[in-house]
Nanobody, 125 residues
Framework: QVQLAESGGGLVQTGGSLRLSCAAS????????MGWFRQAPGKEREFVAA????????YYTDSVKGRFTISRDNAKSTVYLQMSNLKPEDSAVYYCVATTGSYFLYSSRNTYDYWGQGTQVTVSS
């Protein structure tokens, strides 16, 4: 089993920055990928970014490319999402995700076995 704990959400003005963190615990040696989804009120949960855990590879949805950067620290079992030039449309609950499986379609919710409880990001205009 893998447990995920998100942190770093908050209130920021348009154009500002935030860094989200997600610490994994448990059977982290089984991880193959981690990432982030987000969900705004009344909207479907959408993919944001993902990163391969033991191999190379990062993936982003088009709307955040050039503004968000996903990274990892394997020694700390932690994934980060550095968010810059934030826009009001980035406001959402951000969920950390992880998978121990071999199937990896990064943008699909079905890829991920584990989900965090979410952290709120609010961008004011």
């Amino acid at each position: 089993q893998v447990q995920l704990a998100e942190s770093g959400g908050g209130l920021v003005q348009t154009g500002g920055s935030l860094r989200l963190s997600c610490a994994a615990s448990g059977s982290i040696f089984r991880l193959t990928a981690m990432g982030w989804f987000r969900q705004a009120p009344g909207k479907e949960r959408e993919f944001v970014a993902a990163i391969r855990w033991w191999t190379t590879g990062t993936y982003y949805t088009d709307s955040v490319k050039g503004r968000f950067t996903i990274s990892r620290d394997n020694a700390k079992s932690t994934v980060y999402l550095q968010m810059s030039n934030l826009k009001p449309e980035d406001s959402a609950v951000y969920y950390c995700v992880a998978t121990t499986g071999s199937y990896f379609l990064y943008s699909s919710r079905n890829t991920y076995d584990y989900w965090g409880q979410g952290t709120q990001v609010t961008v004011s205009s």
